[in-house]
């Protein structure tokens, strides 16, 4: 049979390869013809594997001998460059990861090995994983399928193109303050971020630990439930994952939160951002209760970009103190030890990443520790409490994804503040720690271009089970 891979969700292919309507060998193979037409452009795989051909005949074996047959069997993956594959070359994008082989299997690799997915390969993103567009590589950007002078979203950049573009089913991604919502947003994909714990983060490199959850991106919301049901789970080599129970409440009531910025935020957020979410609120009246939530009932939810701009980089700053050239990847030799630490620091790690290493040793210098990283710990449990309060009255709460569609290639480079706010709507659900899945609403219409946007739907902790019904509802009716 003939492989339409744009047609194909998980399930689907699922279907197919058990069937033996085609093998994953052949599946593997289309995937691989379309990477290597479209890759040199879009640059969303930093590398293909060159064992994807045997990983997809491992899978044949076990669907010819019904053993071991998952629904991730012989499904072909796209995986962040920030997420241990033994043996393969890991390096979050970065010179200062230069020559870095990875010496073990992050647990959620373990865990699709064990179902017998095909990794196709690493996935460009913003170095460490700090950025909003995929920009801050370095080894370039990656472009946006939809537009290729727009950047893909990030930090999870490469991995939402590489879906976008066909040259995957579905990804992996980080997401520590949005890097898996807002690439699929603007990329016309599903992006899932887990609540903090329910899938062990080890094996991924650590940007902000409080913060770091890996997640799936993928064409629908079936097929994130998919991975995250067969990456979740409580990990002894992580003590911070844990199981959730299962739990049956059925969603009735849809928080949708109005005026939620400050005049000075409110600013930044697109016209058709706005109509979307209302289209969007309309649809979901058609299966649940809408309620208004207002920020000014709220306040602390308006402080969540600022308190993660100093929780971020503070751990950041620390997380980061290991790549010092003695222990991972490369080296910049100097005179002695110290101009090692100097040179390697100075020379391979690119700016943004020095910028929030500077920041986070700042915010948590003993002069303005209390100034700072403890007020900013203060706000972070208001807004933890903030949102109990919600859950009062909701079962859910819907934002925008992103404040616009995707933006041009070097449009936000030279301004930070600007970049920083791609990610507020997003941030807030890792400073709660929170589940949150962004889902595609609709488009906008710019320069003649249809660009893909995002809403995001954000549930108690633990309550994945919500997002995904209302997601599949939503999914049903808009699309
Ligand atoms: N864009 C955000 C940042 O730059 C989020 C990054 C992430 O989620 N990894 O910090």
């Known amino acids: 049979m003939k492989i339409d891979l744009s047609k194909l969700s998980i399930t689907t292919a699922h279907e197919h390869l058990t069937r033996g309507d085609f093998s994953a060998r052949e599946l593997a193979e289309g995937y691989l013809s379309v990477i290597e037409k479209k890759n040199p452009e879009i640059n969303a795989y930093l590398e293909v594997f060159d064992d994807v051909l045997d990983q997809a005949h ?37 010179k200062i990861l230069e020559g870095y082989h990875a010496p073990y299997d992050s647990t959620v690799i373990q865990k699709l090995k064990a179902q017998g997915a095909v990794f196709l390969g690493r996935t460009n993103m913003d170095e460490f994983a700090m950025g909003s567009s995929t920009e801050n590589s370095a080894y370039g950007p990656t472009k946006n399928p939809h537009d290729t002078s727009r950047v893909p979203g990030g930090s999870s950049g490469g991995s939402a193109a590489a879906v976008a573009m066909d040259g995957a089913l579905a990804a992996l991604g980080s997401d520590t303050g949005g890097s898996i919502r807002q690439p699929a947003a603007f990329c016309g994909l599903v992006g899932f971020k887990p609540t903090y714990g329910a899938v062990s983060r080890h094996g991924l490199m650590a940007m902000g630990s409080s913060l770091d959850q890996i997640g799936p991106l993928t064409k629908t919301v079936g097929d994130a439930e998919i991975i995250f049901n067969a990456i979740r789970g409580k990990d002894p080599n992580d003590s911070t994952s844990r199981d959730f129970p299962d739990s049956s409440k059925k969603p009735l009531r849809v928080g949708v939160l109005t005026h939620f910025l400050h005049e000075s935020q409110a600013r930044s957020i697109d016209k058709q951002v706005f109509d979307n979410l209302g289209e ?151 400073i709660a720690g929170v589940p949150a899945i962004s889902i595609p609403s609709g488009f906008a219409e710019v320069d003649g271009k249809k660009l893909p946007l995002g809403i995001q739907f954000m549930a108690p902790h633990g309550r994945e089970d919500i997002l995904f019904e209302i997601g599949k509802k939503f999914e049903k009716i808009s699309s």
């Open 280 to 430: 969007a609120a309309k649809i979901v009246g058609d299966f649940g209760e809408t309620v208004d939530i207002k920020l000014s009932d709220n306040p602390p939810l308006g402080y969540s970009l600022a308190t993660y701009y100093i929780i971020m980089p503070a751990e950041v700053s620390s997380n980061l103190a290991r790549f010092d050239g003695m222990k991972f990847g490369a080296l910049e030799e100097g005179g002695n030890l110290m101009e090692d630490y100097f040179k390697t620091r100075g020379r391979l790690f690119g700016k943004e990443v020095r910028r929030r290493i500077i920041l986070g040793t700042y915010v948590l210098s003993s002069g303005y520790y209390d100034a700072y990283y403890n007020k900013a710990n203060v706000v972070r449990s208001l807004i933890q409490k903030t949102f109990e309060n919600i859950w009062e009255k909701v079962d859910v709460l819907m934002t925008p994804t992103t404040p616009t569609p995707a933006f041009k290639i070097g449009e936000k480079t030279n301004d930070p503040m600007q970049m920083y706010l791609a990610d507020i709507f997003t941030v807030t659900a890792n």
């Open 58 to 94: 491992e899978a044949d074996k076990r669907i010819a001998d019904k053993k071991e047959v998952g629904l991730l069997t012989g499904i072909p993956l796209a995986v962040k460059d920030n997420i241990l594959i033994k043996g393969y070359r890991c390096g979050a994008a970065s």
